[in-house]
């Protein structure tokens, strides 16, 4: 057995105390932004079950993130019409706070920027509404952004903005609001969930960010989806389905995972991480998007667009859509709800092998 020379054993300790140094500087911000006050009220979405409402957090935060360059679209898409109005109101304008916009912009995905403004209260000063700390990276990462984010609302009039575009939301929201009710009610069906792991479902339509994109974090008791435009009503149906089915799948999987044993799960996921998107950076978090995109395609009716779209996320990397799409046939056939069925269904991954 070799040992460590001793100049190998010394850079190893000056790298461990670097990292230490550079851990107790930054623990300041990461408490300071942790412990911050809740000084603003949480949102009063009413008291129905599922909500399909405008806000002006979300527009503020990718009114900004256009304004610095976000320009992101679905394979050549042109931007919805609302996105290119606002991005002309604001191209040539003087907006200082986007040179401290931008260092939070490139280093913070943007999920996890949605689930911060979330967790914040009304514009235009973005105070903490929530006490729970929902962001799963560094608190430190968001230190002070509130600030300036205040800053580029009063630079960029994002009030005079917000209200010239109000119409359009109002026409999206109706035109929502029986699909998101429609979605709820299909899912519950199919999986056999009578009580859902939220009080209240709130879907957000985002025009400004690209098609076919969306978020659908939960905040303490509240389900969002914030989801960006589609082509067809089947489309938004599809992208609204598949952020609550986050909602509800996540937490059953985490109670069952342990089915698969730690040598199989090594395996698999030592492929799919060179093939998945690289936004699955976990175990779990591929089989939970794989295991929903397979229900999603479960719920379609038609046959052959079922078929079409195993093919597509097959290509994009989402090797197990098909053994899961087939595996939910047992389900199905069972009469039991998901929850009572998973572990049998995670059972079925044992016996993949990928190439």
């Known amino acids: ?42 949102p009063d979405f009413g008291s129905q079950t599922v909500i399909v409402s405008s806000d002006e957090r979300i527009f503020t935060l990718f009114a900004a993130l256009n304004a610095a360059g976000f320009d992101r679209e679905y394979q050549g898409i042109p931007m919805s ?64 952004l509130s600030t300036a984010l205040s800053d580029f609302y009063k630079e960029a009039n994002i009030d005079d903005l917000w209200q010239q575009v109000g119409p359009q939301y109002d026409a999206e929201i109706a035109h929502w609001k029986p699909l998101a009710e429609t979605s709820l009610t299909e899912i519950q069906t199919y999986l056999g969930v009578t009580e859902l792991p939220f009080h209240q479902l709130v879907v957000i339509p985002n025009p400004l960010d690209s098609y076919y994109s969306g978020n659908g974090p939960q905040i303490d008791d509240i389900a969002y989806v914030v989801a960006g435009p589609t082509e067809t009503d ?4 599809g992208l609204i389905e598949h952020e609550i089915l986050h909602s509800i799948i996540g937490p059953m999987l985490d109670k069952n995972l342990s089915v698969i044993p730690l040598a199989q799960r090594n395996r698999l996921y030592a492929f799919l991480r060179k093939s998945m998107p690289s ?7 591929a089989v939970e998007e794989s295991l929903i995109r397979a229900i999603g395609i479960r719920m379609l009716n038609d046959e052959a667009l079922r078929n079409t779209m195993i093919e597509q996320e097959e290509n994009n990397g989402f090797l197990l859509i098909r053994p899961l799409f087939q595996a939910l046939e047992g389900f199905e056939q069972s009469n039991q709800s998901f929850e009572e069925y998973l572990p049998m269904l995670l059972d079925t991954i044992n016996n993949i092998q990928l190439p």
Do not use: C, H
């Open 1 to 42: 057995m070799s040992r460590l020379s001793s100049s190998t054993i010394w850079r190893i300790i000056l790298l461990a105390a670097l990292i230490a140094v550079i851990f107790i500087l930054q623990l300041p911000s990461e408490l300071r932004v942790r412990l911050e006050a809740v000084n603003a009220p949480r």
């Open 81 to 144: 019409p609302i996105r290119q109005q606002i991005r002309a109101e604001l191209n040539g304008k003087d907006l200082p706070s986007l040179k401290q916009l931008k260092p939070y912009f490139d280093r913070i995905p943007d999920y996890q920027l949605v689930v911060w403004i979330l967790q914040r209260g009304p514009a235009p000063e973005f105070s903490r509404a929530e006490a729970g700390w929902w962001v799963t990276t560094r608190a430190a990462n968001f230190d002070d």
């Open 234 to 237: 089947l489309s938004m149906k």
């Open 279 to 285: 936004g699955y950076g976990t175990w779990s978090s």
